[in-house]
């Protein structure tokens, strides 16, 4: 009998959006790949990514909400750095399920993978847009919901990858339980300019609608270098930029003509303490290429 194996492949995510706190985010062209195959023994290779090899590992946690891992080889390889703000436990959670669905045959819907998804991860924005791809607006409460759109043509996005990371849960904690009423209604405001100007191919309008009132402010002394690419980015020649998820990495908006000159920028600008990569956007979510 051959054993069974399939290979699935997950991008990164860069969530919020600057305005879209919890409930916007984009995929991005950095992947996870997740090989399983039935070997009559647990095992897991990291590739060399530095997480753990047990069953503790969140890939296999994901999996094994689906089905025991018992007898299955997970491989691992991955370009997304970790506990950077892009997406990483989401990518490994959506590989997880995906893996376990398509070994075992399950047919799980996407809508069922983000609630399980979101279920494991706490809140849907990251995961939504691993297995969509492209970009994906969530709505809160109740079941998990995401609606997903593609990229507009024209727009890139470049990422400052620090070298230090940022604690999710001390980022959690900047943000108070309750907001003032005109920072509220600001991103509200910039969010639908965001989205307005990226389903109309308007970058005028995304560049208007990426200003944040509600956590970049209040996370700026976790990640002060960072805040200062955000706030130096139209002058650099972008649109905008905002903070990737918890951070601290940065999401810089730009169009392709610019996006050469604004890379360079960059560069100069975070030399010695950062990574500049453009990224394009990723319109394809989670993927079982045939092996």
């Not at 959006?17 to 009559?40: I, K, R, S, W």
């Not at 689906?66 to 436990?89: C, E, W």
């Not at 509220?184 to 560049?207: C, E, H, K, P």
């Amino acid at each position: 009998m051959t054993a069974r194996r399939r290979l699935v492949r997950v991008p990164a995510s860069s969530a919020n959006l600057g305005p879209g706190y919890d409930a916007m985010a984009a995929a991005v062209a950095l992947h996870l790949e997740l090989e399983v195959e039935e070997t009559g023994g647990f095992a897991l290779d990291p590739g060399g990514l530095g997480v753990s090899t047990g069953r503790d590992n969140l890939v296999v946690r994901a999996f094994e909400t689906l089905h025991p891992a018992d007898g299955i080889a997970f491989r691992l390889r991955s370009d997304i750095p970790l506990a950077r703000g892009l997406g990483s436990s989401a990518a490994a959670i959506v590989a997880g399920l995906v893996a376990a669905d398509h070994l075992f045959e399950l047919a799980l819907s996407k809508e069922e993978l983000l609630a399980r998804a979101t279920a494991i991860e706490g809140h849907p924005d990251n995961v939504a847009a691993a297995i969509y791809g492209g970009f994906v607006v969530c709505a809160a409460g109740g079941e998990p919901f995401a609606a997903r759109f593609d990229p507009p043509e024209g727009l890139e996005g470049i990422v400052v990858i620090p070298g230090e990371e940022v604690s999710t849960r001390l980022a959690r904690e900047a943000i108070p339980a309750e907001m003032p009423l005109v920072d509220a209604v600001a991103n509200v405001s910039a969010a639908a300019l965001l989205v307005l100007g990226l389903q109309s191919a308007d970058l005028d309008l995304v560049g208007r609608g990426l200003h944040d009132s509600i956590h970049q402010p209040r996370r700026r002394p976790l990640y002060p270098r960072s805040m200062e690419i955000v706030d130096a980015a139209a002058e650099l020649g972008a649109l905008g930029a905002t903070i990737s998820g918890a951070g601290p990495t940065v999401l810089v908006w730009t169009t392709w003509e610019e996006a050469g000159a604004v890379a360079a920028a960059l560069k100069e600008r975070t030399e010695g303490w950062a990574e500049v990569k453009r990224l394009p956007f990723e319109p394809l979510g989670a993927d079982v290429p045939e092996l």
